[in-house]
């Protein structure tokens, strides 16, 4: 599987970690639209949807969560209550221990 992540000055890298590769796949897709992917259409969310409807996506978002989970320890994705937009916090655990938290809008 191959993965790109976008770095701090927003150019393309090819992540090669595959721990991370799962993590980078995981917030893009929550970043997508339901459909949208050429190759998955389960994945993404109704996030623009959600927007106009003011009702948040977390029947898709718990789908995805559960999509991903199997190639962590453990798995977190939980919605940020404050936000104006689809945001999530993620908590994952890499299967060698290694802790992170980070969050997608």
Known sequence: MRSYGRDQNGNWQLITDPNYIYLATL???LRLSENESPIYGNYGIPGQQSVMTQIAPDAAVNRTQQQFSGYFSSLT?????????????????????TPVSFIVS
């Open 27 to 29: 917030a893009q897709t």
């Open 77 to 97: 994705v939980m919605r940020v209550q404050s936000a104006s937009q689809p945001t999530y916090n993620i908590t994952a655990t890499f299967t060698d221990g």
